[in-house]
């Protein structure tokens, strides 16, 4: 018996598994981003703490961590594809199963020996079934179940960068909308008083009734594009709620749209680390090794699987002599089951799972195409948004000293009223464009943060932490 054990583990330590190896794609990576602006170490290693200084945007953002639905989803996903990995690993143990038999309703007139179970004796079996993976079926089949739950292990990952950045995104959009709707407010109050201003001139009759109207016009439109400001704050806060995994509510602000802290440098750090850090790419990888490990599956189908095979058991016809002499019976021996009539469906079986497997190639190389090209893009949004951002700041300085000056002249009756009124115009929408690229400067470096896989170092990564909640 000893030998013929010897003989088995050495058939299963000598059989090699069907089907390709995995070995990750070569993808071609550039040496450097071409818009980075200084080298040095990623901004992708940073904690997301550390990126985002605001203590009221960091705890929406824990809250976000522990209630958010989506990652409820997709931790739910992961323990579901652990549960489905231990079961493919009990593929490799026998299968081991019992039954039993009473015939407590009566009997018929049968003729029953001990040691022969049947359905009018009493019996008690036991039953051993191994498949050999001989083939490696078993083995392509274990391999397929851990890249599938390493790949949801990177889609919790995706989920928690997309939702850090997320609500980051939310929250800067909604300190940009209090910022404009604050702007339109003083805007508003501002044309209110030029109206009044008006009116009295036109009671005078120094101000002819045309200008009255402008003016009265321009604060109507301040008053509507206030209305829809106010609107959309509410909105966003709805929005944000969600990502919260709570009901719509109020959000309670911290720092001022202006006095968000950033990193004055934002070095994105060599594309080579893109693929061993952003998580989409690395759930690509993990999908793209389980589908190479199922055309393994595929082939070893198209052989005969050999199974291990036995049973043990007592039966006799009356219950006191079930344990007595001459009672117990068992087997052991081969299986064989092989593909007959069906060998050709196997064949296209495996060719079906091995277009399968070039589908999650080229969706691996796009995924990372799709990679460089968001960093790049980020990068040179950050550059150009403060470069904008200095820009409007100029723009809104010279526009402020014109309106005081025209305002002055109108009211000395030296200038009509059409200068006053292209200035205000133009001072308004300076400052509302001037809150956008300000909060359009902060979401890029985000979006940058996000792109570049930020809160997962390689080192962390290989030793499987999690990114923290709490600080």
């Known amino acids: 018996m000893r030998q013929l054990a010897a003989v088995f583990l050495l058939i299963l330590l000598s059989a090699c598994a069907m089907g390709p190896d995995y070995k990750r794609p070569k993808v071609p990576a550039p040496d450097s981003f071409r818009m980075a602006e200084v080298e040095g170490e990623s901004i992708a290693n940073l904690p997301w703490w550390e990126l985002l200084r605001d203590a009221e945007l960091q705890r929406l953002v824990r809250i976000a961590l522990i209630e958010n639905k989506d990652l409820k989803v997709a931790v739910a996903s992961v323990d579901e594809f652990q549960a489905r990995l231990y079961i493919a690993r009990m593929d490799f143990a026998p299968q081991i199963t019992a039954n039993a038999n009473a015939p407590a309703l009566g009997r018929l007139n049968v003729v029953n020996i001990p040691g022969f179970p049947t359905f009018t004796s009493y019996y008690l079996q036991g039953n051993l079934n191994w498949e050999l993976d001989i083939w490696g079926r078993v083995r392509r089949s274990n391999e397929a179940a851990l890249g599938d739950l390493l790949a949801q292990e990177e889609n919790r990952r995706a989920v928690i960068l997309s939702l850090v950045s997320g609500v980051a995104q939310s929250y800067f959009d909604l300190r940009q909308l209090d910022m404009q709707l604050d702007i339109a407010k003083r805007t508003l109050q501002s044309w209110e008083d030029s109206v009044k201003i008006a009116g009295a001139r036109l009671r005078q009759g120094l101000t002819p009734k045309l200008d009255f109207d402008q003016f009265d016009a321009e604060r109507a439109n301040a008053a509507a594009r206030t209305a829809d400001l106010e609107r959309q704050v509410v909105q966003k806060e ?77 039966a ?152 923290p909640v709490n600080k």
């Open 316 to 467: 006799s016809p009356a219950l006191q002599g079930w344990f007595g002499s001459g009672t117990n019976f068992g087997a052991a021996g081969f299986g064989l089951t092989g593909p007959l009539f069906n060998a050709k469906i196997l064949g296209f079986e495996q060719r079906a799972v091995e277009a399968q497997a070039r589908q999650v190639l080229a969706q691996y190389e796009k995924t990372v195409i799709v990679a460089f090209r968001e960093v790049e893009d980020a990068l040179v949004a950050v550059r150009k948004a403060r470069e904008q951002a200095g820009a409007q700041e100029a723009q809104v300085t010279a526009l402020r000293s014109a309106l005081h000056l025209a305002e002055l002249r109108y009211n000395g009756g030296l200038s009509n009223y059409l200068d006053v009124l292209t200035a205000k115009r133009s001072l308004f929408d300076a400052e509302l464009s001037l809150a956008a690229t300000r909060r359009l400067h902060l979401f890029s470096i985000v979006q940058l943060y996000r792109a570049l896989g930020g809160g997962w170092s390689p080192d962390n990564m290989a030793q499987g932490q999690a990114m």
């Open 238 to 314: 709805n929005e944000l709620s969600v990502l919260l995994g709570r009901n719509p509510h109020q959000i309670t602000r911290g720092r001022l749209l202006t006095e968000q802290v950033m990193p004055l440098t934002v070095p994105a750090g060599l594309p080579s680390e893109l693929l061993q850090r952003r998580p989409d790419i690395l759930q690509a990888e993990e999908q793209l090794a389980a589908a190479t490990a199922r055309i393994g599956v595929a082939k070893a189908n198209r052989f005969p699987q050999i199974t291990l095979t036995g049973l043990l058991g007592t």
